[in-house]
Nanobody
Framework: VQLQASGGGLVQPGGSLRLSCVVF????????IGWFRQAPGKEREGVSC????????YYADSVKGRFTISKDNAKNTVYLQMNSLRPEDTAVYYC????????????????WGQGTLVTVSS
């Protein structure tokens, strides 16, 4: 079981990035995929999640209206489209998987990707 996150980079405030999480070893048809982030000196934060059961989505209040999570079952990939980025969005972003339904708690996720760094700065 492996998750591979990519798509991070340096972007100016107000810009956009799309993160990808490719899943190997199991299908996203049956697993919820969550995105978490951790900024320097801060605790890990749940950002978004997409459920396997009904495709339901969750967003942290800090990203609602700016971030969109989606998945492509054929490619076994989950995306996080991030628009209107702010300096406070700077963090390492991780994708993680748990069976079936979403959770906001990191410990509920059993498989994690390696993280991709997003830096929002002018």
């Amino acid at each position: 079981v492996q998750l591979q996150a990519s798509g991070g980079g340096l972007v100016q405030p107000g810009g956009s990035l799309r993160l990808s999480c490719v899943v190997f070893g199991f299908t996203v048809d049956y697993y919820a995929i969550g995105w978490f982030r951790q900024a320097p000196g801060k605790e890990r934060e749940g950002v978004s999640c997409i459920s396997s059961s009904d495709g339901g989505t969750y967003y942290a209040d800090s990203v609602k209206g700016r971030f969109t999570i989606s998945k492509d079952n054929a490619k076994n990939t989950v995306y996080l489209q991030m628009n209107s980025l702010r300096p406070e969005d700077t963090a390492v972003y991780y994708c993680a998987a748990r069976y079936y339904d979403c959770s906001v708690r990191g410990p509920d996720f059993g498989a994690w990707g390696q993280g991709t760094l997003v830096t929002v700065s002018s």
